[in-house]
């Protein structure tokens, strides 16, 4: 059973960064896609990022630059560094897990709880 655990989240000001966990069990990563997704009261989910073994993709909107995503296979665990937030950023980030690649939330198999991003100004 595929399992997918966020952690990291908080709460920053304008500016400030967060780097957020995505730790997934019950198989190895390196055989598996793991994105990235938010979503902000009254807004739809949108996607972030997501890893794979040799790639990584961005919505460019959303991330600006900003963003960074990076996986330790070792750990079976995958990172969002988030530098440069701004209070648009706030969040509840979501991690989701398959084994196909894809930016809709519907390609996503396996999703943590997620971890709430509050950014003040």
């Known amino acids: 059973q595929v399992q997918v655990v966020e952690s990291g989240g908080g709460m920053v000001q304008a500016g400030g960064s967060l780097r957020l966990s995505c730790t997934v069990s019950g198989v190895s990563l390196s055989s598996i896609v793991v994105g990235w997704f938010r979503q902000a009261p009254g807004k739809e989910r949108e996607f972030v990022a997501h890893?794979?073994?040799?790639?990584?993709?961005y919505d460019r909107k959303v991330v600006k630059g900003r963003f960074t995503i990076s996986r330790d296979n070792a750990k079976n665990t995958v990172y969002l560094q988030m530098n440069s937030l701004e209070p648009e950023d706030t969040a509840v980030y979501v991690c989701a897990a398959d084994f196909d690649t894809g930016r809709s939330p519907t390609q996503y198999k396996y999703w943590g709880q997620g971890t709430q991003v509050t950014v003040s100004s």
């Open positions: 890893s794979m073994l040799i790639s990584t993709t």
